[in-house]
């Protein structure tokens, strides 16, 4: 079985600190694999999606940026975070637009 | 952008009763999909309804979809106070339908 791991679960980094967000998926291969960003009492925001290796597709300008190295790893980083950059960050797969999405239990990132 | 919108933003019910959510979108569709959100956590996939279905089963879930009117809705029977979450509907579009768009959520209350 497909299993989909994401971590930290919490961080709270300071202002102008980078950022490295890890989710890695296990049991599947050449998944679809995003990152959602979910503000407080808020829908989700696509931030990024990538259909294969190097492939990153960008769907908000920011100070964020997402690189898939192997496969089934996906990283999401800020060289300076900024306050607004605080939410809910989730990592997903999925084997395409007609299929369902697995989350990972998210991280809850906080910028003091 | 947000495309799909539900309604209400919060519900409140006892236990036993019947739970009904609306999800609106805008564009022509794929398919729709319908989330499940604990508080904290990450997202689970209830159930996909594809553009040329009207009405889906999954358990103590039914969902409908009307294309002609661009909505869907969402109905758990006998609610229990585990069905306590927000809940997500989110829309499949264009080629290849590698993004998910996903609505603000309903808030479901159970009260034992």
């Known amino acids: 079985s497909q299993t989909i791991h994401q971590w930290p679960a919490t961080l709270v980094q300071p202002v102008g600190s980078p950022l490295s967000l890890e989710c890695t998926v296990e049991?599947?291969?050449?998944?679809?694999l995003y990152w959602y960003r979910q503000a407080a009492g808020r829908g989700l925001q696509l931030l990024f999606y990538s259909v294969g290796i190097g492939q990153i597709s960008s769907e908000v300008p920011q100070n964020l940026s997402a690189s898939r190295p192997q496969d089934r790893q996906f990283i999401l980083s800020s060289k300076k975070l900024l306050l607004s950059d605080s939410g809910f960050y989730l990592c997903?797969?999925?084997?395409?637009?007609?299929?369902?999405?697995?989350f990972g239990s998210g991280t809850r990132l906080t910028v003091v | 952008s947000q495309q799909g919108e539900e309604d209400p933003q919060a519900l409140s019910i006892q236990e036993g009763e019947n739970a009904t959510m609306n999800c609106s979108y805008k564009t022509s569709i794929n398919n729709l999909q319908w989330y499940r959100q604990n508080s904290g956590r990450g997202l689970v996939h209830l159930i996909l309804i594809r553009s040329n279905e009207r009405e889906k089963h999954s358990g103590r879930l039914r969902v409908t979809l009307d294309t002609s009117k661009k909505s869907s809705s969402l109905l758990i029977t006998a609610s229990r106070a585990a069905d306590t979450a927000s809940y997500f509907c989110a829309t499949a579009s264009g080629a290849g339908s590698y993004q998910l768009t996903f609505g603000k959520g309903t808030k479901l209350s159970v009260i034992p």
């Open positions: 997903a797969w999925s084997w395409g637009g007609t299929y369902g999405y697995t």
């Open positions: 049991g599947t291969s050449n998944p679809n």
